[in-house]
């Protein structure tokens, strides 16, 4: 099972960024997928998260700015990150819920002017 995450990188605060998340090894759409991040001296939190059917939920710190979307098609999950802060500076890891859990390897996101 490999959980593949790209798209990160520096940007400046008010921009934006697309995660990726693909996978193999699972059937895909049988899991639910989530995005955490962990920042420097803080614990993992759960950004967004969603469901097999597609509901989807999102931590308070970044409701209305980033979407958390699924594409089975292409065993693939997104995470569009608007309105960057640099309290979103953070490694982002994806994370696929079902029989089993899976993490991938995180992806940097730095917000800095």
């Known amino acids: 099972v490999q959980l593949q995450a790209s798209g990160g990188g520096l940007v400046q605060p008010g921009g934006s960024l697309r995660l990726s998340c693909a996978a193999s090894?699972?059937?895909?759409?049988?899991?639910?997928m989530a995005w955490h991040r962990q920042a420097p001296g803080k614990q993992r939190e759960l950004v967004a998260g969603?469901?097999?059917?597609?509901?989807?939920n999102y931590a308070d710190s970044v409701k209305g700015r980033f979407t958390i979307s699924r594409d089975n098609a292409k065993n693939t999950v997104y995470l569009q990150m608007n309105t960057l802060k640099p309290e979103d500076t953070a490694v982002y890891y994806c994370?696929?819920?079902?029989?089993?859990?899976?993490w991938g390897k995180g992806t940097l996101v730095t917000v800095s002017s």
């Open positions: 994370n696929a819920i079902g029989v089993k859990e899976y």
């Open positions: 090894g699972i059937m895909f759409s049988m899991y639910g």
């Open positions: 969603i469901s097999r059917g597609g509901s989807t």
